[in-house]
């Protein structure tokens, strides 16, 4: 048997979940499931192709490159997918919205049930899940012939691309029914590290007040090479737009450094963020729960605060 | 058109579960139960639809052991016209819901099948997008927009890098994220008005599913706790200790 990796990508590179869930994937190797391979289906993306084919690990790259696969709808890839699905016990895709809407539909056709945002590998059939927001963790083992998983980003390294050269195969395209038509996208343009991967995290919360006043924390990003998150209080607001959502329902993030201010810290928000090296809480009620995961907390009014905090980033530079 | 909607009933969203000595799984004993808040938000679209004369009967279906009939009466009370049980007190995975579901939608026939993108229990994200393919349907998911246009569904969707539209072909299954709508308080006369609405109640064997779970869970335990640090005065001295103490900047 074997493990196959269901890219995404940017075209050019692989994206940062799917290095992850490569790594996820090496493990899985190692637990003895056979060889690593990865599909990269797009439209122009040999550059990924290639990148993933040095991945240390990596023994095949699957190469599907048409126009079709430009913005991969879950009907065309689980399409693609589906005959190959027997030669492989392990089907692994990163637990982003591009991995969530894909797999499932791919574990339907196959009759597989699926597991859903692993964090650990036990053995080869055995996998630990969070369930209820990450307040209790799941060990679930699969009697299913091919596993089909997500991957959580930040529990796996991500593998780097290195000395590797597996083969690129092309693979023909499956064709598409139909069914699901690509309209468009706002994507937000941003400066900054991707939410999901950055080495710092800076979020708002409902205490921000408004959507202008996350100028204050873009200050403080610029500052650390930080990007900036919100809790679900403050999406729900209209404060930010939903992809800046850390929690249960948004993203899940793991930093060195995550600074929450003006959040309390519902059991939905910590899920998304409480797995980071070091938290920062900011808060003016010193009975928030945000408080009892924070390494650091600064009780008091985050507009006095974040100002204090830029002059001392500044003054730190300029000693 | 007919819309479906499947609902779940779960933990309360502002309970925090506990795990249980055991070992077994999470005590949900004596603990408060409501509709999941993403089915809350499908079940408020289809009402929608309905009051937009898009929709013209909205199906509520739930899958669960005597007491979901509460979760669909909440959704009865929200403005569903009937409701389908499936009564069953075996734990389901989403692949068996799916299967359940496909059964019921071949028996209704909808043109359009709402779910929410995820239950708070079990946090798989899976249902739907399990639905749509065993149907051989198109499916959008993580809506934060929903347009009928013919035999078109339009479906703004949440992703990572933002917000991306697609076009579906009718019959779709849609799953709803959070920012399509805010879910109504259903008042007290629809309550009493729900009382007397339909919940016709199946089971697996009729619909002919086998609904025998494909993952055995082996334990469920805490997650190792974090412990509350320090607090300091002023901004100077976080940076101070960020820098010297922790190192992370």
């Known amino acids: 048997m074997a493990v196959l990796v269901v890219a995404e990508h940017g075209g050019h590179a692989l994206a940062p979940a799917t290095l992850s869930t490569i790594s996820c994937a090496a493990e899985l190797r190692e637990a003895g499931a056979g060889d690593v391979t990865v599909l990269v289906a797009g439209a122009d993306c040999r550059g990924a192709a290639e990148e993933a084919a040095t991945i240390d690990g990596v023994a095949k790259v699957l190469l599907a490159d048409d126009g079709i696969y430009e913005n991969p709808s879950a009907e065309a890839l689980a399409a693609l997918v589906q005959p190959l699905a027997s030669q492989y016990g392990h089907i692994l895709y990163p637990a982003s919205t591009f991995g969530k809407n894909a797999a499932p539909r791919l574990s339907a056709l196959i009759d597989s049930q699926q597991i859903s945002d692993i964090q650990a590998v036990v053995d080869a059939d055995t996998f630990v899940r969070p369930i209820y927001a ?179 980033l500044d003054a730190r530079k300029k000693g | 058109m007919k819309v479906l909607v499947a609902v779940k009933r779960v933990i309360d969203a502002n309970i925090k579960v ?76 989403p692949l068996a819901v799916a299967k359940l579901l496909r059964a019921v939608v071949e028996r209704e026939q909808p043109g359009l099948v709402l779910l929410g993108k995820q239950a708070i229990d079990d946090d798989c994200n899976q249902t739907g997008q399990m639905l749509a393919a065993l149907l051989g349907w198109a499916q959008g998911t993580f809506a934060s927009k929903i347009a009928i246009e013919g035999e078109t569904a339009s479906v703004t969707r949440e992703v990572d890098g933002g917000l991306e539209t697609v076009a579906l072909k009718m019959p779709a299954v849609v799953t709803v994220d959070l920012r399509l709508n805010e879910p109504r308080y259903a008042s007290l006369p629809n309550i009493m008005k729900a009382k007397k609405k339909a919940i016709d109640p199946l089971t697996a064997d009729e619909l002919g599913v086998d609904i025998a779970p494909r993952l055995q869970v082996l334990r469920v335990e805490e997650p190792p706790g974090r412990e509350a640090g320090i607090k300091v005065e002023t901004a100077a001295e976080l940076v101070d200790k960020l820098v010297n103490e922790a190192g992370v900047i």
């Open chain 1, 134 to 312: 990450g307040n209790a963790l799941a060990t679930v083992k699969s009697s299913d012939a091919v596993k089909v998983i997500t991957v959580r980003g930040t529990a796996f390294e991500k593998a780097a691309p290195g000395g590797g050269a597996a083969p690129i195969e092309d693979l023909a395209a499956a064709g598409d029914d139909g069914l699901s038509k690509f309209v468009g996208a706002e994507l937000s343009s941003s400066e900054r590290p991707e939410l999901t991967s950055a080495r710092v995290v800076i979020s708002g919360g409902r205490g921000m007040q408004s959507g202008d006043n996350f100028a204050l924390l873009e200050e403080i990003a610029d500052r650390l090479g930080a990007a900036v998150g919100a809790s679900r209080a403050a999406v729900d607001s209209g404060f930010v737009p939903n992809d800046f959502q850390v929690g249960q329902t948004g993203k899940i993030v793991a930093p060195e450094l995550y600074i929450a201010v003006g959040i309390s810290g519902a059991i939905q928000h910590l899920a998304g963020m409480k797995d980071s090296k070091v938290i920062v809480a900011i808060n003016k009620d010193e009975e928030a729960p945000i408080f009892q995961v924070a390494d650091y907390g600064i009780v008091g009014d985050l507009f006095q605060i974040l100002p204090e905090l830029k002059a001392a």
């Open chain 2, 18 to 93: 506990r795990v249980r000595q055991d070992g077994s799984g999470v005590e949900t004993a004596n603990v408060k139960m409501a509709m999941n808040p993403f089915c809350e938000i499908a079940v408020e679209q289809a009402v929608r639809l309905a009051e937009a004369g898009t929709a013209d009967e909205v199906v509520l279906v739930s899958a669960g052991p005597q007491q979901a009939q509460e979760t669909l009466r909440t959704g009865l009370a929200m403005g569903a016209d009937r409701a389908i049980h499936i009564v069953t007190d075996q734990p389901l995975e």
